[in-house]
């Protein structure tokens, strides 16, 4: 296992607040929501289980380009329902 490295917190003191549910997975793994910038973090936001749909709540860090939704293994469908912004 990999040890758990969060987003630093001055890249998550506000950003938009949003509900991000993975469908169709091709095989169990992970969504991370980070900010594009540098390599994709550790820790992830969202599970993806093959044959079933996962929902998670989440702060998304955002940088000048955005973010990213990046799966860590297979293929998923994502959603993303924005809740709102954080300040």
């Known amino acids: ?3 758990s490295r969060p987003h ?3 890249q998550i ?7 991000i549910t993975t469908t169709r997975g091709t095989q169990t793994a992970h969504v991370t929501a980070w900010n594009g910038q540098g390599s994709v973090p550790w ?3 969202a599970q993806v289980n093959l044959g079933r749909d996962r929902a998670a709540a989440t702060l998304i860090p955002l940088a000048s380009g955005g973010f990213k939704l990046t799966p860590g293994a297979g293929q998923t469908h994502l959603v993303v329902d924005l809740i709102g912004y954080v300040r």
Not at 13 to 19: H, K, S, T, V, Y
């Open 1 to 3: 296992t990999r040890p």
């Open 8 to 10: 630093p917190p001055d």
């Open 43 to 45: 820790i992830s936001q």
């Open 13 to 19: 003191r506000d950003g938009p607040l949003a509900n």
